[in-house]
């Protein structure tokens, strides 16, 4: 007879199953949107049909009372571990079969909706199987596993699925571009009169130049859109890719009602007393200096065959990019005519750097089947490993065992009367609503403010330098934060550190008043700036989960807590939504200004909440 354990060690699954969590999410979510890409979708489908992807996560606490209701948490995980592989199985059976979008996107819904309620059942499951303390200390272990799903989603999977690309179908080409300073602007050669050096008889793309040189000096931006548009228009009228219908006409409408009476009239006041105190500076002409590679094969690839180059950034410096000709389709037709990539600097980028830019023309759906039937595999790998390792905790029980469908109903809409009659409700929804309501603003312009050119009051950083100062540095301090933040919490107990974590998630903010004020060009105290920023949101964050932890307590744990993310959700959502609005009205040296000042509602509100003084600290 096996015995069922009611508890295991929380290292033994804890990392495991947030590391599940996320990869499904970011998989739906960012990896579905470059495989789409290069198996030739256009950007307006990609964009349309990914984003109502995220519905099910924006709606997953209408259906959490489910989880509580029917069958245990823990086997909610399994199972949905158990769907997910297959749903993931069932892209990767589709990608090669013609109506391919349409059928991978069904089993992306299938991702996404088991993917959401595994969430709630991981989520249910953490707080019934590990004490108040514990929940406490591994709150930053789990959101660090978390993050490292991310990182494997948006990183490992796209190298692996490029390197099956790249090991099969013809030799994969690589161009080395360099930015020079001191040097002419580059000619434009018309693609009639490049001469190409084939090598070989056998099948290859071949390509002008294998190193192209673009100097920093920039040029009118009259000029880069001449190039980037002889570029498309040379290969639309030559079939490499077909051109995107747009769908949407540019209509007169009028301004509706509240547009005109109310948001008109509060523009006009917010710039007349808080307007930027910038000079008028008129708007610079200007772009990022931009050079042409040319491809081709060295032979026809047959009657009726296609082959199709895949070109994108490798490595090297973000400044340096390609502005057109990601995916081209050689036939039978075009093999002997020039295709036309556009790459172009960054026009802030002053230095001298380099950039690798690789072309790859293997059997793409091949590659990208391969790379979701290994992430299947992992998730049969993750149902197998904790349908085996996760304890039986004694709470982990369906509220409604057995029943009619009419006491399943009942106990449904039981569930979310529930939440609304704990004590002090409209204090803890305000608090979860207010909480970070100068965050929400403040991460939406953050990085737009990083990139916007001194004139328009920003920092002029090149991407390449936004991606180190938030990829490398922003990162690691966040997750620094975050586990400190958990391990003190559960050192003391939550009502110790909540101050001090309302104070580093908010008063931090404040460097960025400093940024926009100095406008400093010394990218260390930029760095330095952020990092103290995204240290103190990640330390501050912690009390925030750990108090959605907390309200939870009581019967419908899981469904209650996920009630409160929606509500943080809410709270992230609405703040930025008006943030760019606001920020274009009155600058950033005011935003900022009033950023701050929006962190003050959370510091009233967190005086009046209860918490239990010792939720979180170890019971001696």
Same mark, same amino acid.
Request: proline share 4%; glycine share 8%; with cysteine.
């Given at each position: 007879?096996?015995?069922?354990?009611?508890?295991?060690?929380?290292?033994?699954?804890?990392?495991?199953?947030?590391?599940?969590?996320?990869?499904?999410y970011i998989v739906v979510m960012t990896v579905s949107v470059i495989m789409y890409k290069r198996l030739g979708i256009s950007n307006t489908d990609i964009a349309l049909y990914t984003s109502w992807l995220?519905?099910?996560?924006?709606?997953?606490?209408?259906?959490?009372?489910?989880? @509580?209701?029917?069958?245990?948490?823990?086997?909610?995980?399994?199972?949905?571990?158990?769907?997910?592989?297959?749903?993931?199985?069932?892209?990767?059976?589709?990608?090669?079969?013609?109506?391919?979008?349409?059928?991978?996107?069904?089993?992306?819904?299938?991702?996404?909706?088991?993917?959401?309620?595994?969430?709630?059942?991981? @989520?249910?499951?953490?707080?019934?199987?590990?004490?108040?303390?514990?929940?406490?200390?591994?709150?930053?272990?789990?959101?660090?596993?978390?993050?490292?799903?991310?990182?494997?989603?948006?990183?490992?999977?796209?190298?692996?699925?490029?390197?099956?690309?790249?090991?099969?179908?013809? +030799?994969?080409?690589?161009?080395?571009?360099?930015?020079?300073?001191?040097?002419?602007?580059?000619?434009?050669?018309?693609?009639?009169?490049?001469?190409?050096?084939?090598?070989? @008889?056998?099948?290859?793309?071949?390509?002008? +130049?294998?190193?192209?040189?673009?100097?920093?000096?920039?040029?009118?931006?009259?000029?880069?859109?001449?190039?980037?548009?002889?570029?498309?228009?040379?290969?639309?009228?030559? #079939?490499?890719?077909?051109?995107?219908?747009?769908?949407?006409?540019?209509?007169?409408?009028?301004?509706?009602?509240?547009?005109?009476?109310?948001?008109?009239?509060?523009?006009?006041?917010?710039?007349?007393?808080?307007?930027?105190?910038?000079?008028?500076?008129?708007?610079? @002409?200007?772009?990022?200096?931009?050079?042409?590679?040319?491809?081709?094969?060295?032979?026809?690839?047959?009657?009726?065959?296609?082959?199709?180059?895949?070109?994108?950034?490798?490595?090297?410096?973000?400044?340096?990019?390609?502005?057109?000709?990601?995916?081209?389709?050689?036939?039978?037709?075009?093999?002997?005519? +020039?295709?036309?990539?556009?790459?172009?600097? !960054?026009?802030k980028l002053k230095t001298e750097t380099s950039a690798k830019f690789k072309g790859l023309s293997g059997n793409i759906p091949f590659a990208w089947m391969i790379t979701f039937f290994i992430m299947a595999?992992?998730?049969?790998?993750?149902?197998?490993?904790?349908?085996?390792?996760?304890?039986?905790?004694?709470? !982990?029980?369906?509220?409604?065992?057995?029943?009619?469908?009419?006491?399943?109903?009942?106990?449904?809409?039981?569930?979310?009367?529930?939440?609304?009659?704990?004590?002090?409700?409209?204090?803890?929804?305000?608090?979860?609503?207010?909480?970070?309501?100068?965050?929400?603003?403040?991460?939406?312009?953050?990085?737009?403010?990083?990139? !916007?050119?001194?004139?328009?009051?920003?920092?002029?950083?090149?991407?390449?330098?936004?991606?180190?100062?938030?990829?490398?540095?922003?990162?690691?301090?966040?997750?620094?934060?975050?586990?400190?933040?958990?391990?003190?919490?559960?050192?003391?107990?939550?009502? #110790?550190?909540?101050?001090?974590?309302?104070?580093?998630?908010?008063? +931090?903010?404040?460097?960025?008043?400093?940024?926009?004020?100095?406008?400093?060009?010394?990218?260390?105290?930029?760095?330095?700036?952020?990092?103290?920023?995204?240290?103190?949101?990640?330390?501050?964050?912690?009390?925030?989960?750990?108090?959605?932890?907390?309200?939870?307590?009581?019967?419908?744990?899981?469904?209650?807590?996920?009630?409160?993310?929606?509500?943080?959700?809410?709270?992230?959502?609405?703040?930025?939504?008006?943030?760019?609005?606001?920020?274009?009205?009155?600058?950033?040296?005011?935003?900022?200004?009033?950023?701050?000042?929006?962190?003050?509602?959370?510091?009233?509100?967190?005086?009046?909440?209860?918490?239990?003084?010792?939720?979180?600290?170890?019971?001696?």
């Amino acid at each position: 007879m096996t015995i069922k354990k009611s508890f295991r060690n929380p290292w033994t699954w804890v990392p495991t199953l947030y590391y599940a969590e996320g990869i499904p999410y970011i998989v739906v979510m960012t990896v579905s949107v470059i495989m789409y890409k290069r198996l030739g979708i256009s950007n307006t489908d990609i964009a349309l049909y990914t984003s109502w992807l995220y519905l099910p996560w924006v709606i997953k606490p209408l259906w959490s009372p489910v989880v @509580d209701i029917l069958r245990t948490k823990r086997f909610w995980i399994v199972i949905m571990e158990l769907i997910i592989g297959a749903g993931l199985a069932g892209v990767a059976l589709t990608i090669p079969v013609s109506n391919f979008f349409q059928y991978t996107l069904a089993f992306f819904w299938l991702l996404a909706f088991s993917s959401a309620t595994h969430d709630i059942a991981a @989520d249910g499951f953490y707080m019934l199987g590990l004490s108040k303390h514990e929940q406490a200390w591994f709150v930053g272990i789990r959101s660090t596993f978390y993050r490292l799903a991310m990182i494997t989603g948006q990183g490992l999977l796209v190298i692996l699925a490029g390197y099956l690309e790249s090991s099969s179908g013809l +030799p994969p080409i690589e161009v080395n571009v360099n930015s020079i300073t001191g040097k002419e602007i580059s000619k434009i050669i018309s693609p009639e009169k490049i001469s190409f050096a084939a090598r070989t @008889d056998k099948l290859q793309f071949l390509t002008y +130049p294998n190193q192209l040189y673009i100097s920093t000096a920039q040029i009118a931006k009259s000029e880069a859109d001449s190039i980037i548009n002889l570029a498309r228009q040379w290969n639309t009228k030559h #079939h490499f890719y077909e051109t995107e219908i747009k769908t949407a006409a540019e209509t007169n409408e009028k301004p509706s009602w509240w547009n005109r009476y109310v948001v008109q009239n509060l523009e006009n006041f917010l710039k007349k007393y808080f307007g930027p105190e910038i000079k008028k500076v008129p708007q610079k @002409d200007i772009a990022g200096n931009a050079g042409i590679i040319y491809f081709k094969l060295s032979k026809e690839p047959g009657k009726g065959k296609e082959v199709v180059l895949n070109f994108s950034l490798e490595s090297g410096d973000n400044s340096i990019s390609l502005a057109e000709g990601t995916r081209f389709v050689f036939n039978s037709s075009n093999w002997n005519t +020039p295709a036309m990539a556009v790459i172009q600097l !960054d026009p802030k980028l002053k230095t001298e750097t380099s950039a690798k830019f690789k072309g790859l023309s293997g059997n793409i759906p091949f590659a990208w089947m391969i790379t979701f039937f290994i992430m299947a595999g992992l998730f049969i790998l993750f149902f197998i490993y904790h349908k085996f390792i996760l304890a039986y905790p004694v709470t !982990d029980k369906p509220v409604v065992s057995e029943g009619s469908i009419k006491n399943v109903l009942k106990e449904f809409f039981r569930t979310f009367t529930l939440f609304f009659k704990k004590r002090q409700i409209g204090l803890i929804i305000a608090f979860i609503l207010l909480y970070r309501l100068g965050e929400a603003q403040l991460v939406k312009l953050a990085a737009p403010f990083l990139l !916007d050119p001194y004139e328009a009051g920003g920092l002029s950083l090149t991407t390449g330098q936004i991606g180190f100062v938030y990829g490398t540095v922003g990162i690691t301090a966040l997750t620094l934060g975050g586990i400190l933040g958990g391990f003190l919490a559960a050192k003391n107990g939550l009502k #110790h550190w909540l101050w001090w974590m309302l104070v580093a998630i908010n008063l +931090p903010d404040i460097v960025y008043v400093y940024l926009a004020y100095s406008q400093t060009q010394n990218f260390l105290i930029i760095n330095l700036m952020v990092a103290v920023e995204q240290f103190g949101y990640g330390f501050g964050f912690t009390a925030f989960m750990l108090y959605l932890i907390y309200i939870s307590e009581g019967d419908h744990k899981t469904s209650h807590y996920a009630i409160a993310t929606g509500f943080m959700a809410l709270g992230m959502m609405i703040p930025g939504m008006f943030s760019g609005w606001l920020q274009e009205i009155i600058g950033y040296k005011h935003f900022f200004i009033w950023v701050c000042i929006a962190t003050i509602p959370a510091f009233i509100i967190t005086k009046f909440i209860p918490l239990d003084p010792e939720f979180g600290r170890k019971n001696e």
